[in-house]
């Protein structure tokens, strides 16, 4: 049973392009949380979705950021006009059903790196 | 506000030896989950141990164990029998029991010496 995947793991992007992190959750898994790590600093809440409904974002920036998660395919956080602040480590999550938010399975992350 | 604070930025214990990692916690929450994760230096999040808050006896997993004291919203994880791959950074972390985010505090970083 693969875990949760995250592609690409590394990323570079230039100050003003678009960055799209892609996640792919557990098989039967279709709830998907992402989160950033900024350097030296532990995790921090961004978006929680479940197939084509965002249903918390309050931990994600109100401009240049947005996350999908469609009926088909991967779950997508979506960068624009990235900026220096960007870099950072972001993960994404998975569980299985909503009773059961509290065991969230990581995937290795992405780690986004602005220039 | 959740706030999850730990207080040792840096430990370091010799290998086969005991080691434990301080964690306390802010919440208004009666009911809650209380996790450490470990990240290696493959930044990977692998979850450690878990402990439901309404459970009064302290969680266990093999070498790993937690000293959970509600009164005091204090949650120390203890690493018995220390080994090389054990070195990596430790985050504990706080879940509202109706909740769907993780609060996490900014980390351990523990080295085992050989």
């Known amino acids: 049973n693969a875990g949760v995947m995250q592609n690409p793991r590394h990323l570079v992007r230039r100050r003003g392009q678009e960055a799209r992190l892609r996640c792919s959750p557990m098989?039967?898994?279709?709830?998907v949380y992402w989160y950033r790590q900024l350097p030296e600093e532990g995790l921090k809440f961004m978006v929680y979705l479940q197939k084509e409904n965002i249903i918390d974002e309050s931990g994600m920036p109100k401009e240049r950021f947005s996350a999908e998660f469609p009926k088909e395919g991967p779950s997508i956080l979506r960068i624009q006009q990235v900026v220096r602040g960007d870099s950072a480590a972001y993960f994404c999550?998975?569980?299985?059903?909503?009773?059961?938010?509290?065991?969230?399975?990581f995937g290795p992350g992405t780690r986004l790196t602005v220039t | 506000a959740q706030t999850v604070t730990q207080s040792q930025p840096e430990m370091s214990v010799q290998e086969a030896e005991t080691v434990t990692l301080s964690c306390t916690y802010d919440?208004?929450?009666?009911?809650?989950?209380l996790f450490w994760y470990k990240q290696p230096p493959s930044r990977q999040m692998i979850l450690v141990i878990r402990?439901?808050?309404?459970?009064?006896q302290n969680a266990t997993e093999n070498r790993f164990s937690v000293n959970f004291q509600k009164a005091a919203k204090s949650f120390s994880l203890k690493i018995s029998d220390s080994q090389l791959g054990d070195t990596a950074m430790y985050f504990c972390a706080f879940m509202k029991h109706i909740g769907n985010q993780f609060y996490f505090g900014t980390g351990t970083s523990l080295t085992v010496i050989p």
């Open positions: 919440t208004s929450e009666s009911n809650y989950y």
């Open positions: 098989k039967g898994h279709s709830h």
């Open positions: 402990q439901e808050a309404y459970k009064q």
């Open positions: 999550a998975s569980s299985p059903a909503v009773a059961r938010v509290n065991e969230q399975y």
